[in-house]
């Protein structure tokens, strides 16, 4: 029998992996720090909301969707709103502007969807959950394998995607020197738009199995977006595997560790949980700047 | 006596408008001026606010005796109006209530920008964004949970210094007392600006290097300026708090009080005082119309009208983005010398290449 508390915490750790390895990709390729990525996230929870009560599928119907409506409106924002301001010669200041300006406007447009739910298909919109929903193995909830499973399929691909196919080289190639890239016939342009499709879909995925965890309103993605950015930051805000292992670490620290403190201190410390991940951020930044990544692990393995 | 609609809608606007002006001006010294991207303005604009819910009224009560077996932050009204109904009488006690209070906020601005600084000198751009909106997050959600400080999700009632002046016409006095406030601040930044300090600030945005090699401690000046925009922002949301005579932690977001501000400086002009304060006005403006138009839409839209507002305002930002980056009013090359002096030159100039 696996404790409530440790199931809750493996999902959420997966489910942020998979959000902060795709917040990492962006700005592996075009060194813009998203964010909008929490949003991302927030339209693959509305999708679930849309198909599973709206047109009463399966919960896991939605993953596609998600996926697909999730890298469009990445590509959107990357083609018409970065791309113009990078060909100006915008600094990563206009470009981080920027993209909160996007998340306002699919803020705004997650709201109205929210409200057009409620009124005309009478269904609760806004801070709800889709626990129900969910298929049973062994007693356990589906999404305790599909979640985990997911994190590490992407993580995977992204392995063999980067390392073993010829686009995934130019990509390489791309975020390496884009200059000599496009010296050598590599379609830098494509390969980031290939990116940030890729970054909004698993975002919109990862952001579609939500609500089978916790409630969700049409704010989750603006409260996740500082856990994303603290994860991605811990893993070296550099290195895919890095904000992967960062997303494990951040997840399990903040739901295992209030978890535990609740029980050694009080309950009053579960209304702190979110100080957990900043707090995680804030020291590694000041020791290790660069991120978990940037430690020269096998040094220090070497002299022992 | 009541006051007519149209002047309640202008005294409404214009007290906005200054508390928003003033935390723009602020942002604009740190990011504007000197190129620090200050994510976290919430910061120091809730660490003000914080101050005047937390501080000014606890002392009060304690000299007033006003307390008697009440709890201060349970029985946060019958606490606020004893001491309202002492200060209200009391034209002297309430002027100095106000002062000390915006200068305590503004104190305590600057001990949260120093901590701010800390980060600030030894963190790579993007990294230092995203550490001030996490520091800024971190001070908002104690306001929130932890009770004792301000009360929490239920926040605390001020002592209202403007009682004695009576009726609604105390938002009039707020509202002057905002501006004359606004206006001393545009003053100290402006003169900032035009000052050698202020080119030297210009240096460290566009040439760290250099600034250096012609001798300039960047780190300490970053560090200055970090404390002195924020205990100018802590007095934006002590403002802010007086006006609305009460604390909530929960109006004191990410979106509102760092986003905005930074809309503001944006479409304004970075780096032009003037600029900013149009920046501000448009935005202000721009709400509060749509606010007041909001019932008439009401009916044709199957959603809340606040919506559009967001829509509307990012549409905006990126059209200003894209196509006027500098902002309505673009940054001005600094004047070293007085016109005088310059027309002066140039005149010697033209006798010399006449020769």
């Known amino acids: 029998m696996i404790p409530p508390m440790f199931r809750d915490a493996i999902i959420f750790a997966a489910l942020l992996s998979m959000l902060s390895t795709s917040l990492t990709l962006t700005y592996m390729t075009t060194k813009v720090p998203n964010f909008a990525h929490g949003n991302f996230a927030t339209i693959g929870i509305y999708m679930t909301l849309l198909l599973a009560k709206v047109l009463k599928l399966n919960v896991y119907f939605t993953l596609i969707p998600s996926l697909i409506v999730g890298g469009v409106v990445a590509l959107i924002l990357y083609l018409f709103v970065l791309k113009p301001l990078m060909d100006r010669g915008a600094n990563y200041i206009t470009l981080m502007i920027a993209t909160i300006a996007y998340d306002m406007i699919l803020f705004s447009f997650l709201n109205i969807f929210a409200d057009y739910l409620t009124r005309t298909f009478k269904i609760p919109a806004r801070l709800f959950i889709l626990k129900s929903l969910d298929f049973r193995v062994m007693g356990q909830p589906g999404l305790f394998i599909i979640a985990p499973l997911l994190a590490v399929i992407s993580v995977i691909s992204f392995y063999l995607l980067l390392n073993k196919t010829k686009f995934g080289i130019a990509m390489r190639a791309a975020i390496e020197n884009p200059s000599l890239a496009s010296v050598v016939g590599i379609n830098v342009n494509l390969t980031y738009a290939v990116s940030w499709f890729i970054s909004g879909g698993l975002a919109g995925l990862a952001g579609a199995l939500t609500p089978l965890l916790i409630t969700c309103d049409t704010n989750t993605g603006m409260t996740l977006i500082v856990h994303i950015f603290a994860a991605s930051i811990v893993g070296g805000l550099t290195n895919i595997y890095g904000a992967f292992f960062g997303g494990l670490l951040i997840g399990l620290a903040e739901r295992l560790g209030t978890g535990y403190l609740s029980l050694q201190v009080g309950t009053w410390i579960i209304a702190y949980r979110s100080i957990i991940p900043l707090a995680f951020m804030v020291v590694t930044l000041l020791f290790a700047p660069k991120g978990l990544t940037s430690i020269p692990w096998k040094k220090i393995l070497r002299r022992r | ?355």
């Not at chain 2, 401690?217 to 970053?222: P, S």
């Open chain 2, 1 to 355: 006596m009541a006051l007519p609609v149209a002047l309640t809608f202008l005294i409404d606007l214009l007290a906005l408008l200054g508390i928003f002006a003033i935390i723009s001006l602020s942002l604009n010294i740190e990011f504007g001026y000197t190129g620090i991207p200050n994510f976290g303005k919430l910061l120091a604009v809730a660490g003000g606010a914080f101050f005047v819910g937390a501080v000014p009224g606890r002392i009060l009560a304690y000299v007033y005796n006003a307390l008697d077996n009440l709890d201060y932050i349970r029985d946060t009204n019958l606490v606020m109006t004893n001491i309202n109904r002492i200060l209200s009488t009391d034209v002297l006690s309430s002027i100095t209530l106000l002062i000390l209070s915006l200068l305590g906020a503004a104190f305590i601005g600057a001990i949260l920008g120093f901590i701010a600084s800390y980060p600030a000198i030894r963190l790579r751009e993007d990294y230092l964004a995203i550490t001030l909106l996490a520091m800024a997050e971190i001070l908002v959600m104690i306001g929130r949970n932890y009770e004792d400080l301000i009360g929490g999700t239920r926040g605390v009632a001020i002592p209202d210094p403007f009682r004695w002046v009576g009726g609604e016409w105390r938002f009039v006095a707020a509202t002057c007392t905002i501006l004359v406030v606004l206006l001393l601040i545009l003053f100290y930044v402006e003169s900032i600006s035009r000052s050698p300090l202020g080119r030297t600030l210009r240096a460290i945005r566009d040439d760290e290097i250099s600034a250096e090699v012609f001798g300039k401690d960047v780190v300490k000046i970053r560090m200055k300026v970090l404390m002195v925009g924020s205990s100018i922002a802590a007095v934006g949301g002590a403002l802010s708090a007086f006006l609305s005579g009460s604390v909530v932690a929960a109006g004191f977001t990410r979106v509102t009080h760092t986003f905005w501000p930074w809309v503001m400086v944006i479409i304004g002009g970075a780096a032009n005082n003037f600029g900013v304060l149009l920046g501000s006005a448009l935005f202000v403006t721009l709400r509060k119309v749509i606010t007041f138009y909001k019932d008439v839409f009401k009916p044709f839209l199957p959603f809340d009208v606040v919506w559009l507002e967001y829509l509307l305002l990012g549409i905006i930002l990126i059209i200003v983005l894209i196509y006027r980056p500098e902002g309505i009013i673009p940054e001005k090359p600094s004047r070293t010398l007085s016109r005088r002096e310059l027309d002066q030159i140039m005149r010697e100039l033209k006798l010399k290449t006449a020769k």
